[in-house]
């Protein structure tokens, strides 16, 4: 009876530290939320945001893929970076992600090679408070070149 106990409190634990086991690294892309992706928003139409919904904007003087927004510039407008690893698109993201390393070191996000940003101003989801601000700053378009 004792060996019974013991086989079954054994079972129970190897089941328990199956099912409390993490989820294997090929497992993981799937299950995570996308890094950017597309929403449709009520006046501008389909626009990129990051995966909480934060607008993403792009920069009229970036150049060949490099920032031009740097100092008070990137304090008002924070790139949108990566801390490591590449950025994951949604499924319904058609360009291609990558990333430029920038001045500060820091891998900032590009789609279709143009530098990602967001603006300070846009507190929740769906704000587009940066677009057209002097005529440089845009939401940025899922069909961007």
């Not at 993490?22 to 449709?40: E, F, N």
């Not at 490591?84 to 390393?101: E, F, H, Q, R």
């Amino acid at each position: 009876m004792l060996y019974f106990k013991l086989a079954l409190s054994l079972m129970i634990f190897a089941f328990m530290f199956a099912i409390a086991s993490p989820v294997s690294a090929v497992d993981t892309p799937a299950m995570s939320a996308p890094a950017v992706k597309v929403v449709d928003h009520p006046k501008f139409g389909k626009i990129l945001t990051d995966s909480k919904g934060m607008t993403l904007y792009q920069y009229k003087d970036d150049k060949n893929g490099v920032s031009a927004c740097t100092d008070q510039c990137a304090t008002n407008w924070p790139a949108f970076t990566v801390t490591s690893g590449k950025p994951v698109a949604g499924s319904d993201v058609v360009g291609n992600l990558g990333v430029i390393t920038r001045t500060d070191k820091t891998q900032q996000v590009t789609y279709n090679g143009v530098p990602l940003y967001y603006f300070a101003k846009d507190t929740k989801p769906g704000d587009v408070n940066g677009q057209g601000i002097k005529d440089k700053w845009f939401v940025v378009s899922p069909v961007a070149k």
